[in-house]
């Protein structure tokens, strides 16, 4: 967090939000941040993002003109750092446009205190936590816990059908029979 020209803390939602309401851009608070929405609150040393290449480059000026620098990156993620060290880093990652598109129909409001910012639905949350373990099995220790709290903090919204579908579609095998084997 940072003081403002008016001596108010800031952190770098407030700075997401307000760069975003300027100009508007198509982006989705996932990670950590969008977790809390859900009920699950854990520690985060960042903010994660989801826009695709298209809508990249107006993401980019938003946070250069808001003291971000780009300090890394691959062709699906870069990370953005803000020359102050009490704002988050600012983690973009790349989608195509009908992921995107599909994520952000069903998206909900970002209601914790970053008006204008929206997050995926929870199962999409979900498959994208499914994803990432797919694809580098060393996050597991990382985005497992995380899905097992989603789904215990928020058992209504996922049927066991539903969530064996996510886990066949975005997930890498046997997650279902792991994940199922810490659930009540």
Known sequence: MILNK??????ALDVLSQA???????????????MQVYGVIRQTLDVD??????????LRELLTNAGYREVSGTDNFVRFRHKSPYLMDMDVLLVDASTFDHLHQNSREYSID???LRMPALQHLIALKLHALKNAPARET????????????????????????????????GIMKKIKQWLP
């Open 114 to 116: 970053a008006p204008g």
């Open 142 to 173: 990382k985005d497992l816990p995380d899905i097992l709290e989603l789904l215990k903090r928020n058992p209504s919204v996922l049927s066991e059908k539903e969530f064996a579908c996510l886990c066949e579609r975005f997930g890498p095998a």
């Open 6 to 11: 008016d001596h108010e803390m800031k952190t």
């Open 49 to 58: 993002c989801l826009v695709t290449d298209k809508d990249l480059p107006a």
């Open 20 to 34: 975003v309401a300027a100009k508007p851009t198509r982006l989705l608070i996932i990670g950590g941040h969008a």
